[in-house]
């Protein structure tokens, strides 16, 4: 089946400090990948859609000089939190939607701590 | 705006039970609809994918059905045991280019032995 990793698993960082996560679809091509943010106990919350070549789209509320996306290849798109402070800490994850099948799959997910 | 409701918000149930889960959304029009399961501090893991021009999807103990005219999903777990404890995520497609996914807030389920 299609698998989409993340990477790191985990992140402990100091506040101001920058984060890079990246999201990789490992056995099929992807010109869509999502990251979403989850808080505990809390649904998924679309943070932003990245295209392969362009721009990220983002929603409302979320500051895109603060949430860097970058999506370079069919297979990977990569998520950089400048200046993190604890407010985002969370749990990142990433999906991938198959060309093929339109499903999406789900990244293992990234938790981020902001000490 | 399409908005996504799962009833209940948590079930705890003895094993073996035959359980449903309930997904609503308000907007008809959508692409397709998708069943998820999550593990504490997981990422998620697609059970089943229903067309919107189908009724239902089966995998093994899981059936879903879908009634868009109604804006109704069903999740059916047939004789649930410990292992299926998880929270259970539906989400909609509107079938826009994106392909953006709408999700519910989850069903929290606990089989206990």
């Known amino acids: 089946g299609a698998v989409v990793s993340q990477h790191p698993s985990w992140v402990i960082c100091k506040s101001g400090t920058s984060v890079k996560i990246e999201c990789r679809s490992l056995d099929f091509q992807a010109t869509t990948m999502f990251w979403y943010r989850q808080f505990p106990k809390q649904s998924l919350m679309l943070m932003a859609t990245?295209?392969?070549?362009?721009?990220?789209?983002?929603e409302q509320g979320v500051e895109k000089d603060k949430f860097l996306i970058n999506h370079a290849s069919l297979t990977l798109s990569t998520l950089t939190v400048t200046s993190a402070h604890p407010e985002d800490s969370s749990f990142y994850i990433c999906?991938?939607?198959?060309?093929?099948?339109?499903?999406?799959?789900f990244g293992p997910g990234t938790r981020l701590t902001v000490t | 705006k399409q908005e996504v409701t799962q009833i209940p918000a948590a079930l705890s149930v003895p094993e073996g039970e035959n359980l449903v889960l309930n997904c609503s959304f308000t907007d008809s029009a959508i692409y397709n609809l998708q069943w998820f399961r999550q593990d504490p501090g997981k990422g998620l893991t697609s059970l089943l994918l229903?067309?919107?021009?189908?009724r239902e999807q089966t995998s093994g103990r899981l059936n879903a059905s879908l009634d868009k005219s109604s804006g109704r999903s069903t999740l059916y777990i047939a004789a649930s045991q410990p292992g299926d404890s998880a929270t259970y995520l539906c989400?909609?497609?509107?079938?826009?280019?994106?392909?953006?996914?709408?999700f519910g807030r989850g069903t929290q389920l606990t089989v206990w032995p």
């Open positions: 999906s991938a939607r198959s060309l093929a099948t339109s499903e999406q799959y």
């Open positions: 989400a909609v497609d509107r079938g826009s280019t994106l392909g953006r996914l709408y």
């Open positions: 990245s295209n392969e070549g362009s721009k990220a789209t983002y």
């Open positions: 229903i067309q919107s021009s189908q």
